[in-house]
Structure formats: structure tokens, C-alpha cells
């Protein structure tokens, strides 16, 4: 195609958008002439056919994110929607395909619109659970602004790319005639490597230590397991808001013989890490179609999932993994206990999850989706 991509990203470049981003820019590479990559904590990344970005050096900029006061926030947000409108002037033309990454962008979005470019958003979750004030009230009030701010933004994009029919389900979006499906492809580090009876990691929780993801409810069934003598090796793999609150919890409960928690490690590594675990747990609140899900199901690691976003799609009770009923700590300790018990369907599993992901979200398959969806818009 003889045009642009132009990528605008909002927030922090964490090591889940840097994932996003270099799938996005191997896919567009083969597709269009040339990418463009905007974001607030980064120069413009020009790319030319057959050059995809990857930067090994690039910040894990979460690592050092702390909770601000929301007025410090709010001018940084400031701040980085006009740098990057005076980057997306320059660079965005008629008819420019403009991908959005992150829905808090309403500036940059008005620039694209007043440029006459294509505006399309790449949806994977939105936020429905984050606490701000540890007061209900303020919070159930906090919440209702973002969502009705989500939804507002939402109605001025020509399009919106959703990677399962369970995201706009769980979401309850009506933008019939804006949204498309489209996922994004597993690289090929992500395989099966060792078997599951060979791994020594029992139950293992990864991604960001914050309040939509379930790690205080999961940390609260791991003292479940606990209180029962279960002996079993956890590990807690992240970072993030609550990382100081997860520490506390862990020593204030004597839970360092059970669980391990460690940072972040790089990219190359959580196929490993991937390779030693039995189970995985995702005790989300709310999300999109998680790349961990996916990197899990590819390395053959079953995964127990609450059934939000568009995990329903992929996670099909007993054959491709385990759903949960809630995040309730007592149903997850049970259900973490009953399924290491049942070797034989955990290794029916891992081999299912393995070949449903290589046949359904390689690179070839992935990109003839991106093609048609780019050639409809």
C-alpha cells in the first residue's frame, strides 16, 4: 500500500505496549511502504519496507513508574498529547492509516482528524477496575468519568480493531459498524520446550502487579494454600502500583517459603520462565485478549483464567484451559488444588493449548488478516 502507518501511543512505554508495538511494525512491514511510531516518551521511529522495529535497549519504563498525585498526572498527559500533536502535524498526511494505541488521547486524535488522516484504534482492554482514592465512593465516581471519557472517544474513530468478538461482548460496546477483528501473531521463541512433568514451578502469576489484574485476591489463595499445607513452589513474576503492597503481604503472612516474587526479566527470558511452570494463573478483573495467555498456550502452559475480555474465545474448560467462576481467593486456591492433581488432563491440556495457538495466531495467519482488514478500511 502506498501510504503511511502512522502509531500513536499514550502513557509509558511498558514491556506489554513495547510487545505490541513490534509485532504491530513486523506485520506493517510487509504491507506498507512506511511506519512512523509516536509516543510520549520516545522520538518519532521512521521505518522503511522491510525494516520492523526492535530495540533492546528501549527503558522498561514501568519498572520506575510510582503513583503520582492525579494533578501530576494529568499535566504529564498534558504535556505529552502536545508533543506528540506537534510530531503527528508533520508527519500525518490525507489518508494516512493512524493507529492509536491507548484511548486517552484526545488532542492528538483532533490533529489526525484536522490532517484528514485515518484514525483507528487498536482496542485491547479498557480500564473498568483501577482504584484511585481507596475510597468506594470516589472511586465508583473516578470510574464512571473514565468510562463515559472511553466511550466518548471511541464514537470519533473510523474504526475500531478489537482481537476477539468476546472483547466487545465483555465490554458491551455498540459500534457495530465501527469494529473489525484482529489479533496479533506469537513469535516463534514462544514453543514448547519442555515437558510438563519435567517443570518445577507449580503455579506461577505474570503481568503487572495492579488492581485489574487480581493479584491481591490471588495473593489471598496462595495464604489459602497456605493455612491447607499445600505444598507446592509459587512464583510471582512483575511489577507495578501495588508491588510495595505485594511485599508487605508476603512478609506480614510468612509466605516466602510458597512464593518467590521477582522483577520483570527481558523478553528472551519469559519463554523459559514459560517452560518451568505447571499452571498459570490470570486472575484478571478486566482485559483484552492478554499476550500472556497466549505466550503461556504457546509454550504448552496451562493456563486458569477468570473469563473476562476475550478469553472466553481461547480458553475452552478442560481442552484448551481452565475458566474460573470468580476471583473469589477460596475458589481459586480450590481450583489450583484440584487441577495439580490431575497430572494427566493438565498434559492434555498443554498439548492442546500448544497446537491451538500455532495453528491459529503464527505470522502468516496473522497477516492476512491485517491486510484485509487495512485494504476495508
Known sequence: MNCKLVIVCSGPTT???????QKITELAASIIRETIIISEDMDPIILTVGKYWYNKSFKHSIDKKKRKQFIFRLAEIINGELRKSKFLSSYVSKGDFVLFLGIYQPLSLIIVKLRQGLPIIFGGGFDVARSVAGNKFLDALYFSFRWTFQISMLKHFDKIILESPSVKKFYNLKFNGKILYAHLFIPSIFTLTNPLSKRDIDVAFMGVLSKEKGIIEFLKSCNILKNKNVAIRILILGNGILKDQVE?????????ALVQLKNFVDSHEVPKILNKIKLLVISSYSEGLPNRLLEAMACGTPVLATPVGGIPDLVKEGE?????KSNNPEHIAERIIELLNKPDILEKVSINAYNYVRENFSFEKTLESWQRILQEI
Open 320 to 324: 484448551t484451559g481452565f475458566l474460573l
Open 248 to 256: 508487605q503481604y508476603i512478609n506480614k503472612n510468612n509466605l516466602s
Open 15 to 21: 514491556t506489554s505496549r513495547k510487545a505490541h508495538l
